[in-house]
């Protein structure tokens, strides 16, 4: 349970708000790479409260600029690509990647008023696929070397999802392992469902078995390692390992050869984007398959076709016979109604924790000292400016079975670490 007060803290992400200077200080993904290709319209894009037009100018650079021409306001995202940056249609103005004002074709011959227009921009990088922005003050730290940021392009796919809900609620559900067991529980397994490694069932079987998994957390510097442990059989431990990513990611294992990403930008104080990323180590990924398999459940907007609107299509029949919820096997979906039936910005005053949430109570507490540190001037945690702190061998992302007789405690690092033969 939060105070009021403390709940605004953490879900409101505009700017000037505590929480929004929070996460001011960290790279996020603002669209996907595929989005914007060379040549592409500008898109207008909204992130933590703030309207934005991003685009890629003809040499390959790209630009995230205040949404609103600096001369008359009129919408840049409907401006014209060319002379290496945007070029509003209502005057002319010209604006570069910097938000510098490179032509004012109404003003005199030898007029510098341009060299006096510095324009709202934000710097952006491309990585795995996706495009991220730094919307913070100063020098931007350092892009976090997460692994499938540098990875080959055939072992990453990413997407995207329009969540109705504050991003709050959607980086929680990553961190509780007991929803597993009943929002994602199958009737009947999927003929494409993966052993567990060292076992012999699926994930959902060994979520079926023991629906009350020991939790574990532990602090990392990025953030949360969250640790579940639920019975194996004959004496062995079924050991999953999640993370909370500051300030707004979360990877789930998907065995120990890859992970898929999850992580939660706010759009506005109500809705919030979900972008997702799945990463296979050893690649190269099924990405036709993996691309079938999430348009197939898309609408329009990067809305499910299952959604808030149609009750996510719910069917009772389907609850008795195939799935838990009855709403299809797309997990998106699941997810999205667990979130966003909590409402626009849950009311955490009012809720009721009990012991497995303790890893919820940990990350709110973390997310809270954060935002103090920014209040105070500092860094929060995982910024850096620092190449030899910009390390993360020991985010650590897998499920597998540890044998009976084993400690899981001292072992699973064994079993478990990421990328271990491959470095």
């Known amino acids: 349970m939060l105070s009021p007060e403390d709940n605004a803290?953490?879900?409101q992400t505009g700017p000037g708000t505590p929480g929004g200077e929070m996460l001011r200080r960290y790279w996020h993904p603002v669209a996907l790479a595929e989005e914007l290709p060379l040549g592409g319209a500008p898109l207008h894009v909204r992130i933590l409260g703030e309207d934005l037009a991003l685009f890629r100018n003809q040499y390959g650079e790209l630009g995230l600029l205040g949404i609103?021409?600096?001369?008359?306001?009129?919408?840049?995202?409907?401006?014209?690509?060319?002379?290496?940056?945007?070029r509003c249609l209502y005057h002319g103005w010209l604006y570069d990647v910097h938000g510098n004002c490179l032509e004012q074709p109404g003003e005199p011959e030898g007029s510098t008023f341009k060299d006096k227009v510095k324009h709202l921009a934000y710097p952006c990088v491309e990585a795995?696929?996706?495009?991220?922005?730094?919307?913070?003050?100063?020098?931007?730290?350092l892009v976090p070397a997460y692994e499938f940021l540098t990875a080959p392009e055939e072992s990453v796919f990413t997407s995207k999802v329009f969540s109705s809900c504050n991003y709050l609620q959607g980086n929680e559900g990553n961190i509780d392992p007991v929803h597993l067991s009943y929002l994602h529980r199958f009737l009947r397994e999927d003929e494409r469902a993966r052993a567990v490694v060292g076992g012999t069932g699926s994930s959902n079987s060994y979520f079926t078995h023991d629906v009350s998994p020991t939790i574990e957390v532990e602090e990392t510097f990025f953030?949360?390692?969250?640790?579940?442990?639920?019975?194996?059989?004959?004496g062995a431990s079924y050991v999953r390992v999640t993370n909370f990513v500051y300030p707004n990611m979360a990877p789930n294992p998907q065995g120990v050869d890859g992970f898929n990403i999850n992580w939660h930008v706010p759009i506005d104080d109500t809705h919030h984007w979900k972008f997702r990323v799945n990463f296979k180590r050893g690649g190269p990924l099924d990405k036709e398959?993996?691309?079938?398999d999430f348009y197939s459940q898309m609408g329009d907007g990067w809305v499910p076709r299952r959604n808030l609107s149609n009750r996510?299509?719910?069917d009772r029949e389907e609850m008795v016979a195939t799935s838990f919820i009855g709403m299809g096997r797309f997990f998106v979906v699941h997810d999205q109604y667990a979130t966003e039936t909590q409402g626009a910005i849950q009311d955490r005053s009012v809720e009721h924790l009990g012991t497995t949430d303790k890893a919820i109570a940990a990350h709110r507490r973390l997310l809270l000292q954060a935002i103090r540190a920014v209040q105070e001037g500092d860094d929060p945690p995982n910024v850096t400016h620092d190449p030899a702190h910009n390390d993360y061998e020991d985010l650590i992302c897998a499920d597998a079975?540890?044998?009976?007789?084993?400690?899981?405690?001292a072992s699973w690092r064994k079993?478990?670490?990421m990328g271990a033969a491959a470095r």
């Open 68 to 86: 609103h021409c600096s001369h008359r306001a009129a919408d840049l995202s409907y401006a014209r690509v060319e002379d290496g940056g945007l």
């Open 9 to 11: 803290l953490l879900t």
């Open 289 to 292: 398959q993996l691309r079938e």
């Open 415 to 417: 079993y478990l670490k």
């Open 223 to 234: 953030g949360l390692r969250v640790f579940s442990v639920r019975d194996g059989g004959d």
């Open 128 to 141: 795995g696929d996706l495009i991220l922005a730094y919307m913070g003050p100063g020098e931007p730290p």
């Open 401 to 409: 079975i540890v044998p009976a007789g084993e400690d899981w405690r």
């Open 312 to 314: 996510f299509m719910q």
